[in-house]
């Protein structure tokens, strides 16, 4: 972390106006490796520690919702040495925030297919969400093995179940109640993605949920991402006019 990493929160922020729920692809990992002649694994641990900063600047201007895309159901596609290595990383956070995210009224909660997740990795999520399930500050969304297509499949799977059992009627199928069929059921849309390292996608995540999102990308590989650029894209945020389709 360097100096301006650790300075205090920008005042130019107005607190009323914050984003409830802020989404991030974490994107460049690689690249940042590259530019070093460095291993990929190297990235994704350099990338690990912002996450680390930007959970803590989250938890400290008070917004309620963070969802990271920490792996994606295409990332298992990657060579297995990157794959462990993934979980590895996944499973020191998880066991190294632990004290943190109790100590600052965090709770953590996973969105995606975690039981395909390797059963050490499975065992330390449980238990940091058991853990932290009564706290009621940030709510750090990890979003493992998500993939938003195979989101939308599995809520359509069960409402087609529901309707062919007689426990929904198809004239009463609305959004809300599909909504309530997502890995985010309960949570209020994100109001902000942000992707880092230029690419103009959106890559499965959340499709949904996104709707009438504020979508942010910047150029800068997420191990190079910082305190003072989330809070500038905050500041973008907040002279954006929201609308929702209306006048
Ligand atoms: C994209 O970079 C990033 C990922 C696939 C994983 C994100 C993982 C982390 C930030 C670290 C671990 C996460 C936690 C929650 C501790 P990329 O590899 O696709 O980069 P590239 O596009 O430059 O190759």
């Not at 792996?71 to 632990?98: G, Y």
Request: with cysteine; aromatic share 6%; charged share 25%.
């Amino acid at each position: 972390m360097n100096s301006s990493e650790s300075s205090p929160v920008n005042a130019d922020i107005d607190p009323a106006n914050l984003p409830c729920h802020i989404a991030i692809i974490m994107d460049g990992n690689g690249r940042w490796a590259k530019k070093r002649i460095l291993n990929r694994i190297e990235g994704h641990k350099k990338g690990a520690d912002v996450v680390r900063l930007i959970v803590r600047t989250c938890r400290e201007i008070g917004i309620s919702i963070l969802t990271l895309y920490a792996f994606s159901t295409e990332n298992w596609q990657r060579p297995k040495i990157e794959v462990a290595a993934l979980m590895s990383l996944l499973k020191n956070f998880l066991e190294s925030e632990q004290k943190e995210m109790l100590d600052n009224n965090i709770r953590l909660n996973a969105i995606g297919q975690i039981e395909k997740l390797p059963e050490d990795v499975q065992h330390v999520l449980h238990k940091s969400m058991t853990l932290t399930k009564k706290n009621n500050g940030l709510m750090l969304n990890l979003a493992l093995s998500y993939g938003g297509r195979a989101e939308i499949v599995r809520m359509v799977r069960e409402i087609a179940t529901k309707t062919k059992e007689g426990k929904i009627d198809p004239d009463l199928i609305t959004p809300e109640l599909v909504s309530d069929f997502l890995y985010t059921k309960g949570m209020p849309d994100p109001d902000l993605l942000i992707r880092t390292s230029g690419e103009m996608r959106i890559s499965n995540f959340l499709l949904w949920q996104i709707a009438y999102t504020e979508i942010f990308v910047t150029k800068t590989l997420w191990p190079d991402f910082g305190k003072q650029e989330f809070l500038q894209i905050l500041k973008h945020y907040q002279r954006r006019e929201r609308r929702f389709g209306k006048v």
